[in-house]
């Protein structure tokens, strides 16, 4: 079966974003949460540790219409200035 192409704008997907920023940051190990794709393909991209069963069951693969993809980055650190 084709995989079905989001036909969602930038501003649709940033919108659902928002709506659900906190219920994402609030999954044991989601570390970012962004917009991906181009402006009439956008996209929800979940940053997480690692890519587990249990993260696959809590995040949808679409939210409101938008599709949502999860990208394992591993731990997140904020470099200081040095």
Known sequence: M????STATLREAIKVKKKYLQ???NIPGV???G?????NSAK???NV????DEIKRKIPKEID???VEIIETG???ALGDT
């Open 31 to 33: 570390v970012g949460i």
């Open 23 to 25: 219920q994402f940051l």
């Open 75 to 77: 731990v997140v650190r």
């Open 44 to 46: 929800i991209v979940v």
């Open 2 to 5: 084709a995989k079905k192409k």
């Open 65 to 67: 219409g938008i599709p």
């Open 49 to 52: 540790i690692k890519i587990t």
């Open 35 to 39: 917009i991906g794709g181009r402006e």
